[in-house]
């Protein structure tokens, strides 16, 4: 661990701080202006009042609770007191909870209310876990790549039109944070700090179990025809075995406090609509679903365009995962594909716009290999990502 902190170079951090606060500045400038754009508010999402307009913070601010926001900010205060909370992995909202020293309303009504402190906590875990997951992100690139393809990667994951959900109060930044790191240590060949960070990371979303099998895969390369019971081997085993258990644990606290282990798959349905709790529904069913809903929804309405941009950045990334296929490790390409997957299988592909985040390392190798195209659709990306965002603050479903 002291090798990596000593690797930090001033001038690299600097370089991805600038453009965080960049990103950071615009992002809000935006939210602000989303108000005047959009004045009339969506209510897509439940608990509105008792949740974000309680903060007393304009609503261009407190916008960046919406949706999935609310739920971890009832969870970061009560705990999982509501079904079907259960849905929502646990690390992120008990990071808030213990994160937050700010001073409490005492007079308010928790079992109806959530005290403003949590909301304003839980901005500012975001944010930071964004800025060291940027820079988290901008080493593992760099280390495989170059320092250029690293910047380029960075700006389009932060250009990607869901890119500001990093900011957002959502578990993307934190996942990005652990995940990368995890990469990046299973890389170095380190898989004891990479095992750490996976399992963290499956207690923030469930694809983060996916890393237990980019860490097995690289180290059974790093160890094939070559293994011997020495301490460190022992101990890079151990890596591996610890990789899964944040899910592991989760699933644990379930069965023991509602009796079903897998709780946060039998949630499903009840946060989305046409999500199913179903084992499996494979990807061309959902897609023929998709096609149905084309044919039935009025065309150039707000749902008909949420459909076809989860339909196309869904078909998008298994199309440039594929065509990475060679030039990926075998490890990063099962990471990715099972990142991508599992969020199907649930019958829709309702967040998969902002699930694509977790498959960050298609970005690389999209930089790295097809830089001037890049370049020139970084533009038109910060503009969908500011209309998203737009729509996002203002309480209209986007991802």
Known sequence: MKKFFSKLSRNDFLLVFFVFLLWRILLFVVSYLSVFLVPNYGHWFPYVERVLEITK???WLWGWGGFDGVHYLRIAQNGYDF???????????????????????????????VD????????????????????????????????KTALLSLILLLSWPTGFYFGAIYTESLFLFLASLSVYFSFKKKFLFAGIFAAFASLTKVVGVCLFLLILIEFYLNYKGKIKL???????????????????????????FF????YFVEAQPLFAAERSDKPIILLPQVVYRYFKIFIHTPIFSYQFNIALFELSLTLLFFSLLFLFI???????????????????LTGTLTS???????????????????????????PFLIILQFILLTYFIRGYWVA
Do not use: H
């Not at 009796?259 to 897998?262: S, V």
């Open 326 to 344: 060679r030039k990926m490790r075998f490890s990063y390409f099962i990471f990715t594909f099972l990142v991508l997957i599992i969020p199907t």
């Open 116 to 147: 403003p402190s949590f909301f304003i906590v839980a901005l500012l875990v975001s944010n930071v876990f964004a800025l060291l997951a940027f820079y988290a992100f901008y080493l593992l690139v760099k280390n495989i790549f170059n320092s």
């Open 352 to 378: 998969m716009p902002r699930y694509t985040l977790t498959a960050f390392l298609i970005f690389p190798f999209l930089s790295e290999k097809y830089p001037r195209l890049v370049k020139l659709i970084i």
């Open 57 to 59: 913070l304009p609503p």
């Open 83 to 113: 079904i079907p909370s259960q849905a929502f992995f646990p690390l992120y909202p008990f990071l808030v909870r213990i994160l937050n020293f700010l001073p409490k309303d005492m007079a308010l009504d928790t079992s109806v209310y």
């Open 259 to 262: 009796g079903k282990p897998f």
């Open 230 to 256: 020495s301490k460190q081997f022992l101990k890079d085993f151990l890596g591996v075995l610890i990789s899964p258990l944040g899910l592991v644990f989760y699933m644990f606290y379930l069965w023991k």
